[in-house]
Each structure stands twice: as C-alpha cells, then as structure tokens.
C-alpha cells in the first residue's frame, strides 16, 4: 500500500490574526536531520511563497514525498496561511491535515516528511534563536529530548542517585514490528505513528523524568528515585497505552505494540553499561514473542 491514492479529510482553519509586525516571518526546517538543519526562510518582502521539490519554488524541498509545487505560504494584510496546492501527500499543521489554513506564531508545517516552525512577530530574532537551541536538546519529528540530551541527563542523574541512595530507572523500549508498517503503508504513515506515539506518552510524564528518542524506533525513559518495581509498573503502563491506542493515520488503522526493557540501580554504574542492561531485556522481550515488558 502505498501513500499517494488514499482518500483524504482535509481541515481548513480560519485565517487568524497574526502577531504584530508581520513583515518579520520565517520558517525553520527542524527535521528531517541533515545539513540544512536549521535553515531559515524569510518570508518577509514577499506576498506568496511556494513550497516544493521543483528548482522553481521559494523554498525547495528535495525529497521524494514532496510534490514539485507542494503547498504556498501567503500574506494577507497582517496575516499569514498556508494553502495546499494539490499535493500528492498533503500539507499539515499541528499535525491536522488542510486545505488552507491560518499560520500562528509557533506553529509546525509538515511538508511531505519535512517539518518547518513558523515564526512571527517582533521578537523574531529571539525565537529564532531559542529555536535552534531547541533543536539540540529536542527530535524534531517526535518532539521528545534527543540522545544527546538523554545521555547528558543519565550522566547526571546517575551520581545524584548514587549520592543520595536513591534508586534510578530506566526504560529503553521500541516500537515491534516498524519496518512492516513503513514498508506496508509507507514512511509518512511510520512518522505519523513515531509521532503520535510520543505524544501520547509525553502526556504521562512527569516533569522531572526525561523521554528521549534514541534513535530510529527506540525510546528510552529516565525515572529518578524510581524503584524497579515502579518502573516495571511503568513500564507496562506504557506498553498498555500503546497496544490499547488506536492509531487511525488518513483511515488507514495501523496495529502498534511496544517491548519494554527495564534496568535499576542503586550503585555508581556508568551510562554505557546502564543503557546497556536495559536494552538486553529489550531484546528478551523481543525474543520472547514482543508487546512484553522484561526487567
């Protein structure tokens, strides 16, 4: 099954009053990772901007999921929207599939498998900035913290537990079965799945836990001063909030499971081989039939 035939219910917002000082605009690329990471496009000065694969287009986007005259940005007065120009794999904002829709300040456009932030207002400078700070610590398509964030915590959150006598927890756990879904109902279904994963299980975080992607499927889940017992309790709290969900992309439900693996400590231990323990009951709980949580 592939991703360009599929009867699509599109959303049109309202057009809604942007920020102040609207000739100040830009969109930021935040994923996918690459060596345009990052890159701004202004939008001020111009009154429509195309978005595409062609070499025609303001803002070129080559990739293979992005028509050659995907979706344009336009201005109106002090607003900004977004309008759909008939692509094959549709334009998003905030994750809802439109046909035209008002911009605001912060919102995400997906564009084929490209994701750009849209920035507005007086204060642009600033939130560029903090945006591409943002981006070091956070995915960009998950909006979980990333690795690099992940390993800096454990390293840490490791010597405070330690000092303290706590317990620390944590789970690495990914999705079963991932390259069949990609490859059964192609890669932006996969990233819709990747997505509203996380977003479900962000909701049940707690603030001074971290949720990271490591990388590709795998997530992981710091739990200070969590014993193993809590965390094998999380652990299947996780596992059940997934298999029990309904993940419905453009009516196309797609069956998810997660194994979970869970490592506790209560000793100095470095990251490496903590990380290690727990991907090896992953792997256990992938072995032993999947949708599991080994600890």
Not at 121 to 150: C, P, V, W
Request: hydrophobic content about 35%; charged content about 30%; glycine content about 8%.
């Amino acid at each position: 099954m592939t991703d360009d035939w599929k009867t699509r219910v599109t959303q049109i917002r309202p057009v809604e009053k942007a920020a102040s000082n609207p000739e100040q605009a830009c969109l930021v690329l935040i994923y996918p990772p690459g060596s345009e990471l990052g890159k701004r496009y202004e939008l001020r000065g111009a009154d429509e901007v195309v978005i595409g694969r062609g070499a025609d287009c303001g803002i070129q986007v080559d990739r293979d999921s992005v028509s050659r005259k995907h979706a344009k940005v336009t201005r109106a007065g002090d607003t900004w929207q977004v309008v759909d120009l008939g692509s094959t794999n549709g334009s998003y904002v905030n994750d809802a599939q439109v046909t035209q829709c008002g911009l605001r300040d912060g919102d995400l456009l997906k564009i084929g498998n490209a994701i750009f932030k849209f920035l507005v207002g007086g204060n642009i400078e600033s939130s560029y900035h903090e945006e591409i700070y943002r981006m070091t610590i956070i995915d960009g398509l998950t909006q979980a913290f990333n690795k690099r964030y992940f390993i800096e915590n454990l390293e840490k959150e490791i010597p405070r537990c330690t000092r303290h006598q706590r317990p620390l927890s944590l789970l690495m756990f990914d999705l079963d079965h991932f390259k069949k879904i990609n490859d059964e109902h192609g890669h932006l279904t996969g990233d819709f799945v990747l997505r509203e994963m996380s977003r479900r299980i962000r909701t049940r975080v707690r603030k001074e836990e971290v949720f990271a992607r490591y990388g590709g499927e795998e997530f992981s889940l710091t739990l200070p001063e969590t014993g193993k017992e809590g965390a094998m309790k999380v652990a299947e709290d996780i596992r059940g909030l997934v298999d029990n969900s309904t993940f419905d992309f453009e009516g196309d439900k797609i069956p998810v499971t997660v194994s979970v693996g869970v490592a506790t400590t209560v000793n100095e231990i470095a990251p490496e081989p903590f990380i290690k323990t727990a991907d090896d009951n992953l792997y256990k709980a992938k072995k032993s039939g999947r949708n599991k949580v080994v600890g």
